[in-house]
């Protein structure tokens, strides 16, 4: 795992729901401007992607975020999980990226070399300012028609 924890872990906790954990989730903050424009931008460069999308703000990543110990009201942090494990901050953007087709996911590999010390002290100066540069949504961010069955606490339902 990227930042501790055993794979699938979630699955034993009764706390978190049960729901279709085949592919990759990436959960971001739906009141977000940059989180939510991050979404977007990954589903035109990946429209038949297997990825899908889940806002904090929704029950099962609220369970989650519980379960690994984090704040979701605060939500200092985005989570991937691929294969069971949770990717968080700097990995966590790494894991994204490798969700994604060409070129996109060499960014994932590449981005590897920047030592995790760094890649999350810019993780976290962004996180901290992200309302403040590009603003925030009253309403959580909800995709188009086309996109709605990889984003939502819906595609999570088994």
């Known amino acids: ?12 906790d009764p706390a978190v729901p049960h729901f279709d954990d085949t592919a990759p989730l990436i959960i971001f903050d ?3 401007v940059l989180c939510s424009r ?25 369970a989650l975020y519980r379960h690994y110990g984090l704040d979701a009201e605060r939500f200092d942090t985005f989570m991937v999980l691929v294969d069971g494990v949770p990717h968080l901050r700097w990995a966590g953007t790494l894991a994204a990226a490798r969700t994604m087709p060409a070129p996109w996911r060499w960014l994932g590999q590449i981005g590897r070399i920047v030592p995790n010390v760094v890649g999350d002290a ?20 909800r995709p188009d028609a086309r996109r709605s069955d990889r984003v939502s606490d819906r595609v999570l339902r088994p």
């Open 1 to 12: 795992m990227s930042d501790g924890g055993e794979r699938h872990s979630y699955r034993a």
């Open 30 to 32: 739906g009141h977000c």
């Open 38 to 62: 991050g979404v977007e931008w990954m589903l035109a460069r990946d429209p038949d992607g297997r990825s899908r999308f889940a806002a904090v703000q929704e029950p099962i990543p609220q």
């Open 122 to 141: 810019i993780y976290n100066l962004v996180q901290r300012n992200r309302i403040r540069w590009f603003g925030r949504r009253d309403i959580c961010f």
